[in-house]
């Protein structure tokens, strides 16, 4: 026994150094040593060797083409209106044009059952399925053995992931919980957990970052948004007062910031919360405020709506577009599916996190513009920065049924489509 301790404690107290002096002092600094950059080239590589021998397999070409399709049913991009007018003008030349024919009862029934088949929203809170294989648990369905080789160095990987990638995420996010008062510790603590997580940032036009007394809205995928975006700017957070281990997190910031946190039963009072927002962002020595619209995490190909009350506060908006690489892990964070420990386990034996952040031009409300137009104008600008599609659809529904003013608002749309504007009768 007095053997094993002499061996370990040596071994602990080199990790521990190689932890300090190649890690969390260049982390600190902001100083990079190039060996995250070395490490995903090495992953690259690693990637399309699996890949190749993947394509190789006697499978491939059926995987492949599976995997490219976008779902279950192929769709053109062309809208409603555009599908029905076509209809129409293929039909004899005997039939008007503008009056309901029984085809119509045809097309809007086969795309009722596409919609709940395949809809734009529910495919919105699953993970995005991969062309190729990350080496991960999370793979596609129809990729199974291929070779000895490939299989070998699965195990290789786990052996990475939970043995090498696992204990220093851990070690280094650790860190962030400590009760440093000082913005720039507090900046050093975040630089810390992304080296921890592995993280490699490319951040864009940092000349747009958020100032003072101004409002940052990004797109929202997983709670480590935030360690994405503070790894390159302090922010104050907007939020519910959480317990377990989030309640820990946030107590934790509040010690190092101030950060404004909101009871369940505040969080009702719009009027209250409006208030407290105004009162920070009007003080112009504040850190900027950091909000997530969408209200949810959405798995990293979409947009979805935002909520106009961060557009009612007033000041200047600085939009920010994060955009993930799901190759080389799955950022988003399924929180019916998965807890926050699950998740962050998961997060710290995925390969990387990698991403792009879009510091965007600030904007601010038109004149003769309300809030709902105007939280509509910043989402297009992100979703078109960071190549993500477009929805009006609320995140909200991930939990809670379409509202019936909705349905009504769409059901007079469809009437609209096929009998025409009858307003003239």
């Known amino acids: 026994m007095e053997g094993f301790w002499a061996v370990f404690f040596p071994v602990l107290r080199v990790w521990f150094t190689c932890l300090v002096v190649l890690i969390?002092?260049?982390?600190?600094?902001?100083?990079?040593?190039?060996?995250?950059?070395?490490?995903?080239?090495?992953?690259?590589?690693?990637?399309?060797?699996?890949?190749?021998?993947?394509?190789?397999?006697?499978?491939?070409?059926?995987?492949?083409?599976?995997?490219?399709?976008?779902?279950?049913?192929?769709?053109?991009?062309?809208?409603?209106?555009?599908?029905?007018?076509?209809?129409?003008?293929?039909?004899?030349?005997?039939?008007?044009?503008?009056?309901?024919?029984?085809?119509?009862?045809?097309?809007?029934?086969?795309?009722?059952?596409?919609?709940?088949?395949?809809?734009?929203?529910?495919?919105?809170?699953?993970?995005?399925?991969?062309?190729?294989w990350n080496l991960l648990t999370r793979t596609n369905n129809n990729f199974q053995y291929i070779s000895l080789r490939l299989?070998?160095?699965?195990?290789?990987?786990?052996?990475?992931?939970?043995?090498?990638?696992?204990?220093?995420?851990?070690?280094?996010?650790?860190?962030?919980?400590?009760?440093?008062?000082?913005?720039l510790v507090h900046l050093m603590c975040y630089r810390i957990c992304a080296r921890g997580l592995s993280a490699t940032i490319h951040y864009h036009n940092k000349q747009n970052r958020p100032k003072r007394g101004g409002i940052c809205v990004a797109n929202h995928t997983s709670p480590i948004d935030v360690v994405i975006l503070a790894n390159d700017g302090c922010y104050a957070m907007v939020g519910q007062v959480h317990g377990g281990l989030m309640g820990v997190v946030q107590r934790a910031m509040e010690r190092s910031c101030p950060h404004i946190w909101f009871e369940r039963a505040e969080m009702k009072d719009r009027h209250l919360v409006t208030q407290r927002l105004r009162d920070h962002v009007n003080d112009k020595t504040k850190?900027?405020?950091?909000?997530?619209?969408?209200?949810?995490?959405?798995?990293?190909?979409?947009?979805?709506?935002?909520?106009?009350?961060?557009?009612?506060?007033?000041?200047?908006?600085?939009?920010?577009?994060?955009?993930?690489?799901?190759?080389?892990?799955?950022?988003?964070?399924?929180?019916?599916?998965?807890?926050?420990?699950?998740?962050?386990?998961?997060?710290?034996?995925?390969?990387?996190?990698?991403?792009?952040?879009?510091?965007?031009?600030?904007?601010?409300?038109k004149e003769g513009e309300d809030a709902v137009q105007f939280a509509n104008r910043v989402k297009s600008t992100i979703a078109q920065q960071g190549g993500l599609v477009d929805l009006a659809w609320d995140g909200g529904l991930k939990r809670a049924k379409v509202k019936d003013s909705f349905k009504e608002q769409q059901q007079k749309k469809y009437s609209h489509m096929v009998v025409g504007d009858d307003s003239s009768d």
């Open 24 to 132: 969390m002092l260049p982390a600190m600094f902001g100083i990079s040593l190039g060996i995250t950059e070395t490490y995903m080239k090495i992953l690259i590589k690693t990637l399309e060797w699996a890949t190749h021998r993947i394509q190789r397999a006697s499978r491939a070409e059926e995987i492949l083409k599976h995997s490219a399709s976008n779902g279950l049913i192929q769709r053109d991009n062309s809208s409603l209106e555009q599908e029905i007018e076509e209809l129409r003008r293929d039909r004899p030349k005997s039939a008007d044009h503008g009056d309901f024919t029984l085809s119509d009862v045809l097309y809007f029934t086969r795309r009722g059952i596409e919609s709940i088949v395949e809809d734009d929203v529910t495919q919105r809170f699953t993970s995005e399925e991969l062309v190729s």
């Open 287 to 365: 850190l900027p405020i950091l909000i997530f619209p969408e209200g949810t995490c959405i798995n990293n190909t979409s947009v979805m709506m935002f909520k106009k009350g961060s557009f009612e506060i007033g000041g200047t908006i600085y939009p920010v577009a994060i955009k993930y690489d799901p190759q080389f892990g799955d950022a988003f964070w399924n929180s019916s599916k998965y807890s926050m420990v699950s998740y962050l386990l998961r997060m710290m034996t995925s390969w990387a996190i990698v991403c792009n952040v879009w510091y965007l031009p600030p904007m601010a409300q």
């Open 151 to 183: 299989t070998v160095l699965w195990g290789v990987g786990v052996v990475v992931r939970y043995c090498i990638l696992l204990p220093l995420s851990w070690q280094t996010t650790v860190q962030i919980v400590k009760g440093w008062l000082s913005e």
